[in-house]
């Protein structure tokens, strides 16, 4: 075997893909190291002879390199550019390596090599599976101080970053015709057999080359030329196609309703020094109208003793080194198999020129060409035997043999040791798709079943066995008239073993280990049986066994098994765990994306913010939303400010920027039809040019929000919503439309942006807009209260609405909003010399109490109906059906007791209640008193001369002129109750 030692004494001259001239330098703990361009962190570590990467979460064992792509569970490292991009638990077989990359080992104290945290394997005996739940439930008062300090500090993998995140990250939506996942054989056939008919295709692959298995299967021939040559040759047309989007270094790791997957990129892991504009990754959200699932399967590992060691790997992964990256795993490796795939590992080693003195096949009399060609190369063949253990500590230094029944022990001395327990397709995303995978006995696996959307699975993830089938089913499912090609060789999925090897059986207490993350042995497994554990998901809460990073990819199968046979039922009848977003670990970069800094909460200004400002308006935070909340005057505070813009409300007239109240446009035949069934009022004999209070409830019957909703055309409704609801509404209606009421002819359109909306209210509203406003009648007579208008003002287009929340005559004016400002200055420079006052949130909120208006969310709580808030006339007394009326039809809705909405009026009128503060109907009660209510809203009304509130109080509308009492730190409140009108009560004032 020579060696290319510019990149590592591992390195096999003229063997791998990589180009020996394009080395890399690194660090691993503070070790300088080189590797070639192309390299992952495994690969170029095994290169320079380095096994060991890490320590195990729970007896700090010496770990190394298990496998060569994302089920790795052991290989998980600290990756540096500087302190403030960090980032723990890389997969090392994942990453891979540029100039200047700094990579720190995990899990360890002082150092890898020499860690304290080893002395738990020494107690493991007291530190079996579920120890901590019968441990540490005495002394009672040592878990606040002892235990929880010390369990947390030891818990996780890794050091969290310190400092914030300076790394960009992008999204972007996609739509396609086919999503396909994976692009080893099987995804490619199926990506150029769907590109040929002209469809738009999205392939992703995670891997950073396209090629799968074929990247290091060397025995391939496909139309003539290598595997490895075709799949380069097929991706290039691919990429070459307009109608074909190639994403690699691309995970698919969720698949949600709908065919709607979430796939993060890895743009700049690779670059030494990627550009300041680059993002680190990009998440994609797709909606595919078909997806095709050609995720492979996973090599399972041998489940015998001491199979953790550095050095033990699956045959895969050693054959990816080999063939793909140029390295040889060691000099003398043993190989430990329970199928055929095995072989053409120790083939491919054996003609690199690796010693591979002797293959333990756990099966009594293989017969395979494959079987034949390894003993014609001088290798040993055991058949009927087992590894019962692997000798060395920081890395195999032996592998002990033994015959199935019985006979004499032989080690043979190694320095590594390849295995194959067989292969498991890959139905993660199936699964997570909401199919039902099934059993299939005769190979022991999971293949899958039925299917939930429109999706397909070909290759090995399908149980898809034999190269040439695979390809003859991708093209198929493309859908295209390509043909498919002739393929040879390749690697046999079938066959193998699952649970624990001979050696490791019931009758052992050896460490054999089913989930290497999180040190999950056999005997753990039958623990947990023993303690009474008898579903799948119970044995995997006590053992943590796929619970790891990895979520178990190459654990899952044999703790299934394990758990089967102890429990002496079949397999299907344990059940099997679920498989969960995502696949693999995604960053909360890709995920959080753009929502950071000031994107995290973007504030949002209306288009007439800049007038506000300039005016001295003080603002307020509501939602996102910046609100003016008062217009101080030189030598006024807050109280005289609202006062005043209160009583010029009343007595002239103001105006208000209501621009952040939500607004939806529902257009369409069944528009009357659709709001009917989402709001309690009747809205299809609403005429055209009317507007309508409406209550929406949810299905419990309490109200979800209200508002005020205009009949524009027989087919289009403007339907506002509080500033705070309109997202939520917009999802709700959006929401029962597409699932409860598809049959409805009818698009909803958010346009909160769209309109900036201008209140005018008070005695002198009409006298102040009538001079700008053209081609509407805006008399009492043309346009009463409650009506809508659509016209023009200051030469603008407007919608133009005949309603108050203040309880005087008013108009709100939609306009464009970028003409929202120029309105307003007009609307303003024609009121002022009338008395026209601009009024804040303050003052509108106060208005508003004094004509017992509510604000969904202050005056209502989750628990309040329209009969609670009296709102009784807001329901349709002949509708048989809307949501939220089976919720009112519930007997405790009505029964008596419940909270009702009242006014409250302080028998000092110039004591202003607290919001929230409890009400109580005996105040000499002993502590804990009786709570019968809460104080809602409540402000000093200067209209009123006097302080209002508004409170929820149990029977409130039977206690009418009741002397209640509100508690208080310093003193008990006498209040009255009253009706929540204060001001204005017949109504008289909305007519001008």
Not at 68 to 91: F, T, Y
Not at 664 to 690: C, H, M, Q, S
Not at 717 to 727: E, K, L, N, R, Y
Not at 830 to 838: A, H, M, S, W
């Amino acid at each position: 075997m020579s060696a290319s030692t510019h990149s590592g004494s591992n390195r096999i001259a003229g063997v791998g893909r990589l180009t020996p001239a394009k080395t890399v330098r690194f660090t691993f703990d503070g070790q300088n190291l080189t590797g070639l361009e192309g390299d992952t962190l495994a690969s170029a570590l095994l290169a320079n002879g380095i096994h060991l990467v890490g320590r195990s979460f729970k007896y700090h064992r010496p770990r190394g390199i298990l496998s060569a792509g994302s089920e790795e569970p052991n290989a998980l490292v600290d990756i540096e550019r500087d302190k403030s991009r960090k980032q723990p638990n890389v997969r090392a077989t994942v990453q891979e390596i540029y100039d200047g990359l700094k990579v720190k080992s995990q899990n360890r104290w002082p150092s890898l090599t020499f860690d304290v945290g080893a002395v738990n394997d020494v107690f493991s005996p007291m530190l079996p599976a579920g120890f901590y739940y019968k441990t540490f439930m005495w002394p009672k008062f040592a878990w606040k101080t002892i235990y929880e300090p010390r369990i947390r500090a030891a818990a996780g993998l890794g050091v969290v970053p310190g400092e914030p995140d300076t790394d960009r990250y992008s999204n972007r939506f996609a739509h396609c015709e086919v999503l396909i996942v994976g692009a080893g054989a099987a995804g490619l056939a199926a990506a150029f057999s769907a590109a040929s008919t002209g469809a738009k295709v999205i392939l992703c692959d995670e891997q950073a080359e396209a090629g799968g298995a074929l990247r290091y299967e060397s025995d391939v021939t496909i139309d003539g030329v290598s595997g490895y040559e075709w799949a380069a040759a097929t991706i290039a047309k691919l990429q070459a196609m307009d109608n074909v989007t190639v994403l690699t270094r691309t995970t698919a790791f969720g698949y949600y309703a709908q065919n709607f997957v979430g796939l993060v990129e890895r743009i700049s892991d690779h670059l030494s020094t990627p550009g300041s504009d680059t993002p680190r990754e990009r998440l994609w959200q797709v909606r595919a109208k078909r997806v095709v699932l050609a995720t492979g399967a996973i090599e399972r590992h041998m489940v015998f003793a001491n199979n953790d060691r550095p050095g033990v790997m699956l045959a895969s992964a050693a054959r990816m080194f080999l063939n793909q990256y140029g390295v040889a795993i060691g000099r003398k490796v043993g190989v430990y198999t329970a199928n055929d795939s095995a072989y053409a590992a120790a083939i491919d080693l054996k003609r690199a020129g690796v010693d591979v003195p002797v293959i333990v096949d756990t099966r009594d009399n293989p017969t395979s060409p494959i079987v034949d060609e390894a003993r014609s190369l001088g290798i040993e063949v055991l058949t009927g035997h087992a590894v019962y253990s692997a000798g060395g500590k920081r890395r195999v230094s032996s592998m002990t043999i033994k015959p199935n029944r019985g006979g004499t022990e032989r080690k043979v001395a190694v320095d590594a040791l390849i295995m194959s327990a067989g292969w498991t397709p890959s139905v993660h995303l199936f699964s997570q798709s909401r199919g039902k995978v099934s059993w299939d006995a005769a190979n022991e696996r999971f293949l899958p079943g039925t299917y939930a959307q429109d999706c397909v699975s070909i290759g090995a993830c399908n149980g898809t066995d034999g190269l040439q089938a695979t390809l003859d089913e991708a093209f198929a499912v493309g859908g295209g008239k390509v043909k498919s090609v002739a393929a040879h060789g390749g690697t046999d999925w079938v066959g193998g073993m699952i649970g624990s090897a001979p050696g490791a059986g019931a009758d052992k207490t050896v460490k054999a280990f089913v989930d290497f993350q999180n040190d999950v042995t056999a005997k753990d497994v039958r623990l947990a049986v023993r303690e009474g554990m008898h579903s799948i998901e119970h044995v995997k809460r006590f053992t943590t066994n796929g619970m790891a990073t990895d979520q178990g990819k190459t654990s899952n199968l044999h703790g299934l098994a394990i758990a089967a046979e102890a429990l002496n039922r079949p397999i299907p009848a344990v059940g099997l765990t679920t498989f969960r977003a995502p696949f693999t670990p995604v960053t909360f970069g890709a995920i959080v994306n753009h929502a950071r800094h000031d994107l995290f909460d973007p504030t949002r200004r209306t288009p007439i913010h800049g007038w506000h400002a300039a005016q001295g308006a003080a603002f307020e935070d509501v939602g996102q939303w910046k609100r003016a909340w008062y217009y101080p005057q030189a030598g006024e505070d807050m109280h005289a400010a609202v006062n005043r813009e209160c009583v010029a409300v009343r007595n002239q007239a103001g105006i208000f920027d209501a621009s952040t109240l939500g607004k939806i446009e529902v257009v369409g035949p069944d528009a009357a039809k659709f709001l009917e069934l989402l709001y309690t009022n009747p809205w299809e004999k609403l005429g055209v040019g009317r507007l309508r209070y409406g209550i929406m409830l949810r299905e419990d019957g309490f109200i979800y929000d209200d508002g005020v909703v205009g009949r524009l055309a027989e087919d289009r409704f403007h339907v506002t919503t509080t500033t705070g609801g309109a997202p939520r509404v917009m999802h709700h209606m959006e929401d029962y439309l597409q699932t409860e009421f598809p049959h409805l002819n009818v698009w909803l359109t958010s346009t909160t942006e769209q309109w900036a909306v201008i209140a005018v209210q008070g005695p002198k509203a009409r006298e102040i807009i009538a001079p700008l406003v053209e081609g509407i009648d805006i008399s009492n007579e043309a346009m009463p209260h409650m009506s809508v208008r659509e016209g023009k003002i200051c030469g603008v287009s407007t919608r133009l609405f005949r309603m108050s929340f203040t309880g005087e005559a008013g108009y709100e004016i939609n306009v464009p909003a970028d003409y929202g400002q120029a309105v307003w200055e007009a609307v303003y420079e024609r009121g002022k010399p009338l008395g026209l006052t601009p009024y804040g949130t303050e003052a509108m909120h106060i208005l508003r109490a004094e004509k017992g208006y509510i604000i969904v969310g202050q005056d209502t709580d989750g628990t309040v109906t329209p009969q609670d808030a009296g709102l009784t006339w807001a329901i349709g007394k002949n509708k048989t059906d809307y949501v939220g009326i089976r919720g009112l039809l519930r007997r405790d809705l009505v029964a008596d007791g419940r909270k009702q909405l009242v006014g409250l009026k302080t028998v000092d009128p110039k004591v202003v209640l607290e919001e929230g503060a409890q009400i109580v109907a005996n105040p000499n009660q002993p502590v804990p008193m009786t709570m019968i209510g809460h104080v809602t809203s409540s402000y000093w009304s200067e209209n009123c001369s006097r302080s209002i509130a508004m409170a929820l109080v149990v029977d409130g509308t039977k206690r009418l002129g009741e002397t209640l009492y509100v508690p208080m730190p310093n003193g008990v409140i006498e209040v009255e109750v009253t009706g929540t009108v204060f001001f204005d009560e017949k109504g008289e004032r909305l007519n001008g």
